[in-house]
């Protein structure tokens, strides 16, 4: 036996020591009451599982970040779903990392075990991948062991889990939505584009007064900057989901779907939400051992009455812009194209009812967002998940 193996074995053998002696001060200073030995390691049992962490080898931080590239790259071959931007947030979202990091789990297995979740979710079309990810980590984590804190430590580590998911949700509809706006906006610029050529061919030929060549340019005008305005805000939108997800260089250029999911053919009902609030939301759980219970319980309650109403609202104003809005645009366009074929009517009403139409489906993207970000919310003041 060298003297350098000697020595590190002395240090191991001294720590293990230390510890013990510590473990048995606390036992003494705190009493030993039955609560206390049923709920607290003895030492025995501390000393064992330092015994297991001082011969459990470390995972190389490279190898967790090889195969969470590996899976990133498969996952953004198809435009990005919401189960895949949720997947893509658990395994690179920095602050989500130091836990895994802390705990001593960031393997390829952990990769594997969170890409198999996101498959099954991918095929249900649902996106609970932070509560997923939030019990992974916390049962897998080799200091949970004998742990006499797990409670508060799970508090701690599921807010994080589920308010990164909250963040991914929103930012990702937001995201979709902005590039569906900027595809209509450059539809309706197309339009202007070409009734200002129109005004100007009519303006030469002496069909048409300079006013009515400069009003269509004014309209064409307004339109490009409304475009260039939805381009931004496309791209901001898009940056700020990159910045969740944790995505640059090429990973950054994703492609979104052209369209936000369809708006569900009833309005959303739920019973016992608010209970269902108190069982599984963390701060009322936190709350549960102390004297603020019943003010949390009534904040608890009032947010989710007051998401649920949104909900509703935001669905109603959705359904109201897709089964009525929508379907006058297209029928007075209809009508319109009609009385233009027959000469009743001439280019520019056309045009602008063309353009009434671009901005009907315009206002329904937006209302169309704003329900799925108000499901997003109302699912986090529930908890995280929303019942069937």
């Given at each position: 036996m060298t003297q350098m193996t000697l020595a590190r074995r002395t240090e191991t053998a001294r720590r293990k020591f230390h510890l013990a002696a510590a473990m048995t001060a606390a036992f003494a200073i705190g009493g030993c009451s039955a609560t206390n030995l049923d709920t607290f390691p003895d030492t025995e049992r501390v000393v064992a599982r330092a015994d297991y962490l001082d011969r459990r080898p470390l995972p190389?931080?490279?190898?967790?970040?090889?195969?969470?590239?590996?899976?990133?790259?498969?996952?953004?071959?198809?435009?990005?779903?919401?189960?895949?931007?949720?997947?893509?947030?658990?395994?690179?979202?920095?602050?989500?990392?130091?836990?895994?990091q802390?705990?001593?789990?960031?393997?390829?297995?952990?990769?594997?075990?969170?890409?198999?979740?996101?498959?099954?979710?991918?095929?249900a079309q649902s996106s609970t991948l932070d509560w997923t990810a939030a019990r992974l980590a916390l049962m897998k984590s080799?200091?949970?062991?004998?742990?006499?804190?797990?409670?508060?430590?799970?508090?701690?580590?599921?807010?994080?889990?589920?308010?990164?998911?909250?963040?991914?949700?929103?930012?990702?509809?937001?995201a979709v939505a902005a590039q569906q706006l900027q595809l209509m906006l450059e539809q309706s610029a197309t339009a202007t584009q070409a009734a200002a050529e129109l005004?100007?061919?009519?303006?030469?030929?002496?069909?048409?007064?300079?006013?009515?060549?400069?009003?269509?340019?004014?309209?064409?005008?307004?339109?490009?900057?409304?475009?260039?305005?939805?381009?931004?805000d496309a791209i901001a939108a898009r940056e700020a989901l990159n910045r969740l997800l944790g995505l640059w260089g090429e990973d950054a250029q994703w492609k979104?779907?052209?369209?936000?999911?369809?708006?569900?053919?009833?309005?959303p009902r739920y019973d016992d939400l608010e209970a269902i609030a108190l069982e599984r939301r963390l701060d009322a759980l936190h709350a549960r051992k102390s004297w603020g219970m019943w003010q949390t319980a009534i904040e608890?309650?009032?947010?989710?009455?007051?998401?649920?109403?949104?909900?509703?609202?935001?669905?109603?104003?959705?359904?109201?812009?897709?089964?009525?809005?929508?379907?006058?645009?297209?029928?007075?366009?209809?009508?319109?194209?009609?009385?233009?074929?027959g000469m009743l009517m001439g280019i520019y009403?056309?045009?602008?009812?063309?353009?009434?139409?671009?901005?009907?489906g315009r206002e329904y993207v937006e209302t169309l967002r704003d329900f799925w970000i108000a499901d997003a919310e109302l699912a986090q003041s529930v908890g995280g998940t929303l019942p069937n």
């Amino acid at each position: 036996m060298t003297q350098m193996t000697l020595a590190r074995r002395t240090e191991t053998a001294r720590r293990k020591f230390h510890l013990a002696a510590a473990m048995t001060a606390a036992f003494a200073i705190g009493g030993c009451s039955a609560t206390n030995l049923d709920t607290f390691p003895d030492t025995e049992r501390v000393v064992a599982r330092a015994d297991y962490l001082d011969r459990r080898p470390l995972p190389e931080l490279s190898d967790y970040q090889e195969a969470v590239q590996v899976r990133i790259k498969a996952l953004l071959a198809a435009p990005l779903s919401l189960p895949a931007a949720m997947e893509i947030a658990m395994l690179n979202a920095p602050e989500l990392q130091e836990h895994y990091q802390d705990y001593q789990i960031w393997d390829e297995d952990l990769v594997a075990d969170i890409a198999a979740a996101g498959d099954l979710e991918a095929a249900a079309q649902s996106s609970t991948l932070d509560w997923t990810a939030a019990r992974l980590a916390l049962m897998k984590s080799v200091n949970t062991v004998y742990r006499y804190d797990f409670p508060a430590e799970y508090f701690a580590v599921a807010e994080d889990f589920l308010e990164a998911g909250e963040n991914v949700r929103k930012a990702y509809f937001d995201a979709v939505a902005a590039q569906q706006l900027q595809l209509m906006l450059e539809q309706s610029a197309t339009a202007t584009q070409a009734a200002a050529e129109l005004a100007n061919a009519q303006y030469v030929a002496g069909t048409a007064s300079k006013r009515a060549q400069a009003l269509q340019h004014m309209t064409h005008a307004e339109t490009v900057k409304a475009l260039a305005e939805a381009k931004q805000d496309a791209i901001a939108a898009r940056e700020a989901l990159n910045r969740l997800l944790g995505l640059w260089g090429e990973d950054a250029q994703w492609k979104a779907p052209e369209r936000l999911p369809d708006l569900p053919a009833s309005r959303p009902r739920y019973d016992d939400l608010e209970a269902i609030a108190l069982e599984r939301r963390l701060d009322a759980l936190h709350a549960r051992k102390s004297w603020g219970m019943w003010q949390t319980a009534i904040e608890v309650r009032s947010e989710v009455r007051e998401n649920y109403s949104n909900l509703q609202i935001r669905y109603d104003l959705a359904k109201y812009q897709q089964e009525t809005v929508l379907p006058l645009s297209e029928a007075i366009l209809g009508e319109t194209q009609l009385e233009y074929n027959g000469m009743l009517m001439g280019i520019y009403d056309l045009i602008d009812d063309t353009r009434g139409q671009i901005e009907a489906g315009r206002e329904y993207v937006e209302t169309l967002r704003d329900f799925w970000i108000a499901d997003a919310e109302l699912a986090q003041s529930v908890g995280g998940t929303l019942p069937n």
